[in-house]
């Protein structure tokens, strides 16, 4: 078994794609409407140079996929910035962060000094928290 | 596309928080990134998100804090000043409050060697905040 994609909801996956790939760098690894399903957009994204795990960019459904109750509480969550993350790593933060930066990514923290390594925050468009560790601890 | 609701405003002011704790933020600053008044910002940022604002900016600088303490041998004047606070009487009660000891005896009880955090990157700096809260919206005038 292995992990191929894990998900995100997202309140505009125009908006998402934007975002992952013009200014995280990312690529497109799949993008397929399907007419016969409402029109059901599989939308993925991964880093260059990994093949074997995405990021599925997922709408928020409406009934009869998700009730609407349920849809208020997926989307409160979202703006609270607690309905999912993401954990990125790299081998220098300190220059990604420059670069992501001048890109116009914005950061909620700057790299920072921890047990693990060097960390960072940021914020995709829907309130998704990404984090972007240099990892020097081995085993985290 | 502008995801238009309360809660969007208020995460807005809570990165602002995570990510300029270091600078002489007030929570007149984090409404302000809320777009609303000081006392309605205050009121719902704590139905949000359970704790006042000014807790919530004071956590964050007093958990970066206790992970200088543990990981640097800065002065304590120092750590107090790098994490936005100007008062290092201030930052002493509040993080003996906090933390049940003084900064200088919670460095004494945490050498460099005692970093076993096993945990995923950036949850243990989440999970890192200080829980002993008892510190009221009202002493934000004391800080600002």
């Known amino acids: ?140 | 596309m502008a995801f238009a609701r309360t809660e969007r405003h208020l995460l807005k002011a809570r990165d602002l928080a995570d990510a300029r704790y270091f600078e002489p933020l007030s929570v007149e600053d984090l409404a302000r990134a809320a777009s609303m008044s000081r006392a309605h910002f205050s009121r719902a940022f704590r139905s949000a998100f359970g704790e006042s604002p000014h807790a919530y900016l004071l956590t964050r600088r007093l958990e970066r804090a206790a992970s200088l303490l543990r990981s640097t041998d800065r002065s304590v004047t120092e750590i107090c000043f790098a994490v936005g606070l100007q008062s290092v009487g201030s930052f002493t009660t509040s993080f003996t409050r906090t933390y049940g000891m003084s900064p200088t005896a919670y460095r004494a009880a945490h050498p460099p060697a005692a970093h076993h955090a096993g945990r995923h990157a950036g949850e243990v700096r989440a999970y890192a905040r200080p829980k002993r809260r008892t510190f009221r919206e009202d002493s934000a005038a004391v800080h600002s």
Do not use: C
């Open chain 1, 1 to 140: 078994m292995r992990i191929s994609a894990t998900q995100l909801w997202v309140h505009d996956q125009d908006e998402a794609l934007e975002y992952y790939t013009k200014k995280l760098g990312m690529e497109v690894r799949s993008d397929v409407t399907l007419p016969e399903m409402g029109n059901f957009r599989w939308l993925t994204v991964a880093p260059p140079g990994q093949e074997d795990a995405a990021i599925t960019l997922m709408a928020i459904p409406g009934p009869p996929v998700m009730d609407e109750e349920t849809r208020q509480q997926v989307e409160a969550l979202m703006a609270k910035g607690f309905a999912g993350a993401v954990f990125l790593t790299t081998d220098d933060v300190r220059a990604d962060y420059e670069e992501l930066r001048s890109r116009g990514v914005e950061f909620t923290e700057e790299p920072e000094e921890r047990p693990y390594g060097i960390d960072t925050g940021l914020r995709d468009p829907s309130g998704n928290h990404l984090r972007l560790t240099q990892v020097t601890m081995a085993g985290v």
